[in-house]
């Protein structure tokens, strides 16, 4: 991989881990429209770590309240209804079900769910459950109001993020507004949860960095660049769900679900 196509794929990666257009989506289909190879899933776990660590610095001063709250709660029971330290328990909780996922289904991610086929498929499916969810009127509830079920619903949902195509942020943000929270507070749930399975899983995959031809510094430079504009990224969309619907984000995977399958159609580029 050429130093070029680390910064592009970069840039792809910080912009489209936290929009509701996936990530690994666009990790697949943008190396096929310019003819590069496919990074693999081991660099786009990989690179995901800077993005994380972009989560990490915007909510700093919520994740040290939240573990703080957590380890009191250990040894405190009053503080055991805290939100703070609920929500520490929420985010453990609503991450064992992609961790669970992840390693039983980890040769079908690598290899059979990077068909850009099953992408396109879940572009548009995924666009229109979106639709949908941001048809439900009723977005009253906000992160104060989270419970074990909510959570654990939450969490199973980012499980279908396993899946490129789907996106964790739009998987996540969906769930929450079926359950009635609003655009922001779901995206803010969602976010923090991405922390857990994210890091575990570019830990996990860091092993295998230098496989498929993706040497170390090409992954280490484009970690880098998607740190910086995942920064961007995540200020922006928390001011853009204030006020707006993710409605323009629908009308973007379905249309380019359909451009990817009309390039398959008209073998532009190559499904595997």
Do not use: C
């Not at 909510?150 to 199973?156: A, N, P, Q």
Request: net charge neutral; no cysteine; glycine share 10%.
């Amino acid at each position: 991989m050429s130093i070029l196509e680390a910064v592009v794929l970069g840039i792809v990666q910080g912009l489209t881990e936290f929009l509701p257009i996936s990530s690994s989506g666009h990790l697949r289909i943008v190396p096929a429209l310019f003819g590069w190879d496919d990074p693999g899933a081991a660099f786009t776990a990989v690179i995901q770590l800077g993005t994380m660590a972009a989560v990490v610095i915007y909510f700093w001063k919520d994740l040290w309240r939240i573990a703080g709250a957590w380890l009191a709660s250990l040894v405190d029971r009053e503080r055991r209804s805290d939100l703070d330290a609920r929500m520490g328990w929420y985010l453990i909780v609503a991450t064992v079900p992609i961790a669970v996922f992840g390693l039983l289904f980890s040769d079908q991610i690598e290899s059979g769910a990077r068909d850009l086929r099953l992408i396109a498929s879940t572009l548009i499916l995924f666009g229109l459950i979106m639709l949908w969810a941001e048809k439900v009127d009723a977005r009253r509830k906000t992160m104060e109001d989270i419970d074990t079920r909510d959570g654990v619903t939450i969490g199973l949902a980012q499980s279908f993020a396993l899946i490129p195509g789907v996106s964790r942020s739009g998987s996540t943000i969906t769930a929450g507004l079926f359950l009635g929270y609003s655009r922001a507070d779901a995206a803010r749930f969602s976010f923090l949860l991405s922390i857990p399975a994210v890091v575990l899983s570019g830990l996990y995959q860091l092993k295998d960095i230098g496989d498929g031809g993706v040497g170390v510094a090409p992954t280490v430079i484009a970690a880098i660049v998607s740190f910086v504009v995942g920064y961007a990224a995540i200020a922006w969309l928390l001011r853009w769900l204030a006020g707006h619907s993710i409605v323009v984000f629908v009308v973007y995977r379905v249309a380019l679900g359909l451009l990817v399958f009309a390039l398959l159609a008209t073998n532009v580029i190559d499904a595997r």
